[in-house]
């Protein structure tokens, strides 16, 4: 059970699936930057083969247009609840805004800033300031809980959508990078997340949270873990962050002993652990990939993930097979075990591996940007003419089979998912005038993805009064969008 008083029925359930796969499975994850959406998890899945199952990213602190704004909340939480219909797990973390600032705030101090009015992530209080923080009734405290407050109401949006959320507050506290870090003694980082905890738990009654503390390896004295330990009553995981590689034997077991049979995560990592490491460390339930160091794997010691049957991704039978049961008992439908194809992304012709007939490539399109979402395709398709500038047709495909006529020429488009989801079959139908007489030009294609999705093979047929001519092209997937 979830050591959150009334915990949601989604909560329980996603706390028991993890406890499911202790030490048998590690779930893929990637942490995404607030702007992106779910950008940084759409290019994991291409680069490294695998869909992460855990998305995660940040409530922010910064100002508009920053990567880490704190001006995309509400966007945040739809995208939230879009990943966790979609079969993710939800993990969010928040840089907290220091309780002697308003948002939003730099990540380091500014050259010059006073040190005793702290407007960033990173720094210190004073003492008194941190001993403010954690006494009620206090201008800091009431501070703290506005801020608080703030965040709580986003994550109600959550509970009342029924989404459940791995919630990982105060981040890496054994450190004395962030301001909330390396504080022990009364007024301590640990009373500090135990009164988060309270405000969220018993004065907002929020039920959909899964606690996950967190801490860093304690390369410093200092950095024990046992020291930031809140107490078992306040957290359902114990996690980890790892960069460099760093993940010593002794760290995992300190952790083993001190979780007393909690699941355990490696809450953000540069590197994931191989599968030698894991296999001396079995109970790293997931990792999270922070955002924009996926590529410091590569792509051949993915491939050796792939070939791992304990390492899932949200599209592998064994993850699918294991969070069924779940989601049922979350009162969500069962995710297919045929997962839809994912046509995204931008794509540009191969000739030497395309199929042509001896017009070539005269009136084929050279690059397709596809954006799919839901029963939506948006397609561009350009063309090359070899007198003029770059021809560019747009086409908006509706993928339940109904009509689409286009606006000022006599054409309809058709396009249809297979019962599997797994190819796209699109006709148009042009009629056209010429010398007086009316004709009918019909294409067909269709589509399916190749070669781990990094190839989109099209057949494409063409039928008009000179005959029906067929030609096979292939697109290389160059990016997600």
Known sequence: MPVTTNASPEAKALLQFLYSIDGKF????????????????????????????????DFGFAKAGDKDSHLLRESLVKEAERQYK???????????????ANEPVTFQPLPGADPANLASVQGQLTDQQFKDVLTPG???????????????????????????????????????????????????TQALYRQMFDRFVKFHKLNNLIWVWSVDRPSKPGMEFEKYYPGDKYLDIVALD?????????????????SKGKPLALAEVGNPPSSEILGSQPRWGFWMIW????????????????????????????YIDRINPFRVRARLSPLPLITPADFNGEWVLNEDKSNLNAGGTAN????????????????????????????????KLKLDGRDIKAEGVERITTAKLSGQSDTLSITFKLKMNFGGQSFLIKTSEIWNLQNKNKELHVIQTTSSPRGETRVTLVYDRISYQ
């Open 242 to 258: 790892v960069y460099g590689s760093d993940f010593k034997q002794d760290y995992y077991d300190q952790l083993v002993s001190l």
């Open 364 to 395: 084929l399109s050279e690059r397709l940007t596809i954006a799919q979402s839901g029963d939506e395709l948006h397609l561009r398709r350009l063309y090359t003419d070899e007198w003029s500038e770059p021809q560019v047709r747009v086409e």
């Open 138 to 188: 206090t201008e800091l405290y009431n501070k703290w809980a506005a801020q608080v407050d703030s965040i709580a109401f986003y994550l109600k949006k959550l509970q009342v959508a029924h989404v459940p959320v791995l919630w990982r507050p105060y981040h890496e506290m054994n450190g004395n990078w962030f301001w909330w870090g390396n504080r022990v003694g009364q007024y301590s």
């Open 26 to 57: 590690t779930l893929t994850g990637q942490h995404n930057f607030p702007a992106a959406a779910d950008k940084n998890s759409k290019f994991a899945a291409h680069y490294s083969g695998k869909t992460p199952v855990v998305f995660g990213t």
């Open 291 to 318: 955002a924009g160091m996926v590529r410091n794997t590569t792509k051949k010691q993915y491939e050796a993930f792939a070939n791992n049957p304990r390492i899932l991704g949200l599209n592998d039978a064994a």
């Open 86 to 100: 979609m079969g993710a797990i939800v993990a969010l973390c928040w840089h907290a805004v220091p309780p002697t």
